[in-house]
């Protein structure tokens, strides 16, 4: 079955220091992935998606996120934290079986960042 | 240029009612998709529509139900509301499979 972990309930930051958010898929096929983040009573903004080329891909706000193909991972990284940060973090995958959600995102439960100052 | 625009913003219910939540996507994109998200899970998909035709469905009951107009709006309909059915409902536009933009969302409580 195809499915998305994100592994962390909640990561906690100190403003400043370096932060990364982990996510690994099951896919078949090749995988298009996906970061969204959630504030407080809000909808999912787009951060970043990886269809094919470069494994680090750079998106929204600073945060960039490292695909690797052995480790079926797509970790979200940035380099240095901000207060703002802090909200939740869904990770993404296109739905490539024959079942009627094709084409659609299977998404993790999502992980809180907290960064404190 | 306006995003993807919902409707209500929030609404309470009560069992057995019947409900409809609205969405338009951004101009241009033809198709249309639903979520359901539970609190503290990530959202589940519930249906896409593209050019007023349903192309996807996700694993819900028949009680949930929607439709695409001519303007590519689309409305979501959910009948003999259970306690379960409060979440915010998501609406995702697009221009093709992938790289979708979602609105801010429907809170629904049932109660």
């Known amino acids: 079955a195809q499915s998305v972990a994100q592994p962390e309930d909640q990561v906690n930051v100190a403003e400043g220091n370096p932060l990364t958010v982990k996510c690994t898929y099951s896919?078949?096929?090749?995988?298009?992935l996906f970061w969204y983040v959630q504030y407080p009573n809000r909808g999912l903004q787009f951060l970043l998606k990886?269809?094919?080329?470069?494994?680090l891909v750079k998106g929204s706000y600073g945060f960039e996120a490292e695909f690797n193909k052995s480790q079926t991972s797509f970790h979200l990284k940035k380099p240095s934290a901000l207060v703002s940060d802090s909200a939740l973090y869904f990770c993404?995958?296109?739905?490539?079986?024959?079942?009627?959600?094709?084409?659609?995102?299977?998404f993790g439960k999502g992980t809180k960042l907290s960064v404190k100052p | 240029d306006a995003g993807v625009t919902q409707s209500p913003t929030h609404l309470i219910k009560t069992r057995g009612q019947q409900v409809t939540l609205r969405c338009s996507p951004i101009?241009?994109?033809?198709?249309v998709s639903w979520y359901q998200q539970v609190l503290g899970q990530g959202p589940q998909f519930i249906f896409q529509y593209y050019e007023k035709e349903e192309r996807g469905r996700g694993n819900f009951p028949d009680r949930f139900s929607a439709r695409q107009f001519p303007n590519y709006s689309s409305e979501l309909n959910v009948n003999a509301l259970l306690l379960g059915d409060s979440a915010l409902y998501l609406c995702?536009?697009?221009?093709?499979?992938?790289?979708?933009?979602f609105g801010s969302g429907t809170r629904l409580t049932v109660v």
């Open positions: 101009s241009g994109h033809k198709s």
């Open positions: 896919v078949s096929g090749n995988p298009y």
């Open positions: 993404a995958v296109r739905d490539t079986g024959n079942g009627g959600s094709q084409g659609n995102l299977i």
């Open positions: 995702a536009s697009s221009l093709e499979r992938g790289g979708y933009t």
């Open positions: 990886y269809i094919t080329g470069d494994n």
